[in-house]
């Protein structure tokens, strides 16, 4: 590596036998000019053929003693190509302020540094939080909305192992960016391109740059929505419970939720002081997230919607020492979200009956009831529902379900009992509950919102293109009661429009998922249980049986197709290995699409996986990151789809 300071500009040479880890001082001006050589010999030339913007962002295993190794391939070289290429497609499409943030990943703030330095180089101004160290997703989509910005990005992998890291970018919507995804992959190509020429150069700023600045605010603004989808009685609620002593456990594993969720709080009047209802666990920012999903040798991330996480994160012995009434989960940016709650044992078999996952311990008069995110949104859902009938402000819309397809279809029943229950108010004013099929992956309940934000402007009934291709009426006055990811992220609307800073935009929901929007609702549903002396298991319970919901129960499999904590060849192999297992069982649950019976798919599945039963199951596959994600959602009685084995 060659490193000269000219005309107050650091120019820094990399040639096939220079150093992966250069300097980059924060207080000039940096070039850095890539040879053919050393992207030969770093393997980023394989790294730009794999890239691609997916479901999550970019996220990929990263070294972990140092940022700048190519053993891994997301690292400071392959950042640096990204930021180079966003930065480019930002310029075309005339981006000119961002904001970028992130959670508590090792290096989170030094990729924002070098984020923001190839930004400002190309004249886009970058926004950081104002005075924390983190930024949740939620809040850095609100903020990109509310702070009428161009877009922005979060640096955070979600729930998954500490050895991961990314980058979502997101659009002036707060949305995942979808549009320009393509564009930004076609020029890290190019890119790639300039290095085989021995012409690729990425200049960095200055941080002291005057387009770097630490003024991105979003928690009055974000106050003001919550009041729009969460009512004030259920603050009041809370604050009763609070005042008659229940006690909420609340675990952040060690991510950006603790210090995001304090001025929140704060402003409902919510007490998380010592001796306050709200009682923090794992809260010291850690980017090991406390060591809750490594477990017996093994490193199983920080899921909240993980069997192996909410079972042996603490909640239970805290509930069952009676420190806590009820407890729950946030992931470390903040979008997943999930619950451990008590029973009385009486209803132990029952509630399993049900579908509801029951712990029973010897000798113990209450039993451990987990829910599956699904579950919790069921009960949101259904919750909501009722208070907007009561309230008679159901009838004045077209109250939208958003489901993706492996969404529990309890939720997408809902729509028909209330519709059948309320047909003659819903037929006076020519609204009802509507259901939309979504894709995998909450960038598509972003753009359905747009899509349905678009439509109203313009005026006239709103339709929309689902999942599988047919065009859905959402009626003329559509409004988001809920969009649910299985997966443990969700958010709601409400029924006035949100407005930005300035007035320029206006948004009828969240464009991302929402764990302290859940959280919130949540915690008034405790509240009411708490002051009625009930649980979670007995409302939900009673639930299903008064709406007669008969898709009861619901699974799914987190199947590991490589150890992803590998680095180099040993990795490439494996994850090509693992690739060809994801590819297959995809396409086989895609061939399953558009078979006219059960008893057709009967056989090709048996003919191509071992023991599989499918007894009129709706069945979808998932390929998120490096899991192959099986759903299964039936009726009465059993478990409808069981895979055992995936060759």
């Known amino acids: 590596m060659g490193a000269v300071e000219q005309d107050s500009v650091m120019k820094v040479q990399l040639k096939e036998e220079s150093d992966p880890k250069i300097s980059l001082p ?40 140092n940022f700048f190794a190519t053993d891994a391939p997301f690292n400071a ?10 930065a480019r497609v930002y310029n075309r499409h005339g981006v000119q302020a961002v904001h970028l943030g992130g959670e508590v990943r090792r290096y989170t703030s030094d990729i924002i540094e070098f984020l923001s330095r190839i930004l400002a180089r190309h004249s886009i101004s970058a926004h950081l939080h104002a005075d924390k160290e983190t930024t949740p997703i939620w809040g850095s989509s609100f903020g990109v909305f509310y702070n009428e910005l161009d877009g922005g990005a979060n640096v955070t992998a979600s729930h998954s192992q500490a050895f991961k890291q990314g980058i979502k970018p997101m659009d ?93 709080f704060e402003r409902f009047g919510i007490d998380t002081s010592p001796s306050g209802s709200i009682r923090y666990m794992h809260w010291e920012k850690r980017d090991d997230f406390h060591r809750v999903g490594n477990i017996q040798g093994e490193d199983y991330g920080c899921d909240p919607t993980k069997q192996i996480i909410y079972r042996n994160i603490g909640l239970k012995e805290k509930l069952l020492a009676g420190e806590i009434h009820f407890g729950f989960i946030w992931d470390p940016d903040g979008d997943r979200y999930n619950m451990v709650t008590l029973a009385d044992s009486s209803i132990a078999e029952e509630a399993a009956d049900i579908g509801l996952e029951v712990e029973t311990l010897p000798g113990v008069p209450r039993i451990v ?25 159901l009838f004045e819309y077209d109250q939208v379900i958003g489901t993706t397809f492996p969404t529990s279809r309890s939720i997408g029943e809902l729509a028909d009992v209330f519709n059948r229950k309320y047909s003659r108010q819903f037929e006076s004013k020519n609204t009802r509950v509507r259901v939309f099929n979504t894709p995998v992956g909450f960038k598509y309940f972003g753009s359905m919102v747009g899509e349905v934000e678009e439509q109203l402007r313009r005026g006239g009934e709103v339709v929309l293109t689902d999942a599988t291709g047919k065009k859905v009426s959402l009626g003329f006055k559509p409004r988001i009661l ?51 002396k009930s649980s979670f298991a007995e409302l939900y319970m009673d639930k299903i049986r008064e709406y007669d919901i008969q898709f009861r129960y619901y699974d799914r499999i987190d199947k590991k197709l490589f150890e ?11 994850q090509t290995i693992g690739n060809q297992a994801k590819e297959f069982m995809v396409e086989t649950f895609r061939s399953f699409v558009g078979r006219p019976s059960t008893e057709e798919v009967r056989k090709v599945a048996t003919g191509e996986l071992k023991n599989v039963t499918l007894v009129d199951s709706r069945t979808a596959a998932e390929h998120a990151g490096t899991d192959v994600r099986a759903k299964r959602g039936g009726r009465l009685p059993n478990c409808l789809l069981n895979i055992s084995h995936v060759e």
């Not at 070289?77 to 180079?84: F, R, S, Y």
């Not at 949101?380 to 208070?387: D, F, G, P």
């Not at 649910?484 to 958010?491: C, D, I, K, R, V």
């Not at 992803?564 to 494996?574: F, K, Q, W």
Request: hydrophobic share 40%; charged share 30%; with cysteine.
């Open 77 to 86: 070289h392959t950042v640096m190509i990204m930021a180079e290429a966003m």
């Open 172 to 264: 002036e919507k707060g949305m995942q960016l979808l549009d320009m995804a393509d564009e930004i992959r076609d020029e890290v190509k190019k890119i790639g391109e300039e290095a085989r020429e021995d012409r690729l150069a990425i200049c960095l700023s200055r941080m002291d740059s005057p387009l770097i600045r630490r003024d991105f605010r979003f928690v009055s603004g974000y106050v003001e929505y919550l009041k729009q989808t969460i009512p004030e009685e259920a603050f009041k609620l809370i604050r009763k419970a609070q005042e008659s002593g229940m006690k909420v456990g609340v675990s952040t594993v060690g991510g950006s939720m603790h210090e995001n969720s304090l001025p929140v």
């Open 482 to 532: 809920i969009m649910a990811e299985e997966s443990g992220g969700a958010a709601m609307g409400g029924l006035e429009w949100s407005v930005s800073k300035n007035g320029r935009r206006r948004s009828l929901a969240m464009k991302e998922k929402d764990g302290m929007q859940l959280a919130l609702m949540n915690l008034s549903i405790m509240a009411g249980l708490y002051l009625d």
């Open 564 to 574: 992803e904590s590998l680095r180099g060849e040993e990795r490439e192999r494996a």
């Open 26 to 65: 924060p207080d000039c001006e940096i070039e850095v000019r890539y040879s053919n050589g050393f992207f030969s010999r770093n393997g980023l030339f394989k790294w730009i053929d794999r890239f691609e913007l997916g479901t999550a962002g970019y996220r990929d295993t990263f070294n972990m003693e």
């Open 369 to 393: 009831v987990y829910f599956k995110p699904n579950q919790i949104y069921f009960l949101n859902a259904a919750l909501k529902l009722e208070m907007l009938a009561r309230s008679g402000d």
